[in-house]
């Protein structure tokens, strides 16, 4: 019985759910429970995916008492809020990565270089008794962040950038959409983003005059559209559409998958 652990940014909630919804390998699944769990968890209810919500404390016991032929994923999502210091975001993510290998035939952290800190977390945890993962393009790098997740590469990313011809774009996933004040503030952007005149101002300053409304196939994010009406309304932005897509992170869980079976 294969053990595969993802660590998360919630970002990445949507596109941990298409992975689950679609791979009927996943036997069992577990969900750790914590603050910022509650998202992925609704959105596992509203598609009908079975899971548990357990304690970190729990899950050593549950694995060893569930047996089954097909795979344990278990989950562990972590706050939008750790972008906002990259060397916290670091120290978090290598500790939980070490504590989930104890038990985990592999790690796949849903993470790109945010800031740069996470570029060599292979090589730093190389030692662990598991392979441990970082979403990568398919030349090997590691990707920018979720926005250069769904667009597939560096390339690809660079290329929307470019096609701009300067005009400040903001690039909206759906996740983005829903967190979008949380975001900038981690990121920041401005202070306070329930500060709107400020906001509007940082902005303003920055260049931006656009929203780039991501459609990446996947809908659990029911307000999506509504939610990117209402920012660019705030924001007197205009709205481009722009296609993606989670290939990159289904083709990374199915590289450790095969590495893991």
């Known amino acids: 019985m294969p053990v595969m652990t993802f660590i998360a940014c919630r970002m990445f909630e949507d596109e941990i759910v298409h992975i689950i919804e679609n791979d009927d390998q996943i036997k069992n699944l577990f969900v ?31 694995i060893e008492h569930r047996k089954s032929d097909g795979i344990t994923v278990i989950i562990e999502m972590l706050e939008l809020a750790l972008h906002a210091i990259p060397d916290n975001l670091k120290e978090v993510v290598y500790g939980k990565a070490r504590e989930m290998s104890e038990f985990s035939d592999g790690v796949l952290l849903f993470y790109g270089l945010c800031g740069n800190v996470l570029a060599k977390v292979e090589e730093d945890l ?13 030349n090997g790098m590691v990707i920018d962040d979720c926005i250069g997740a769904v667009l597939g590469s560096r390339d690809a990313y660079l290329e929307k950038l470019t096609s701009f011809n300067g005009v ?7 996740m983005w959409a829903a967190h979008w004040r949380e975001m900038v503030v981690s990121a920041g952007l401005t202070p306070n983003a329930d500060d709107i005149k400020l906001s509007k101002f940082v902005f303003d300053y920055a260049g931006y005059k656009t929203v780039a409304k991501m459609d990446t196939g996947l809908y659990y994010e029911k307000q999506f559209d509504h939610m990117v009406e209402e920012f660019a309304r705030l924001f007197e932005f205009n709205i481009i559409e722009m296609k993606a897509g989670p290939q990159l992170p289904v083709r990374c869980y199915e590289q450790l998958k095969n590495e893991v079976i």
């Open 168 to 174: 400040g774009t903001f690039f909206m996933t759906p």
């Open 32 to 62: 750790i429970e914590n603050d910022d769990s509650g998202g992925l968890a609704g959105k596992l209810d509203d598609v009908g995916c079975k899971y548990e919500i357990v304690s970190a404390s729990d899950i050593t016991d549950l």
């Open 126 to 138: 190389s030692d662990l008794s598991c392979p441990v993962r970082i979403l990568k393009e398919d």
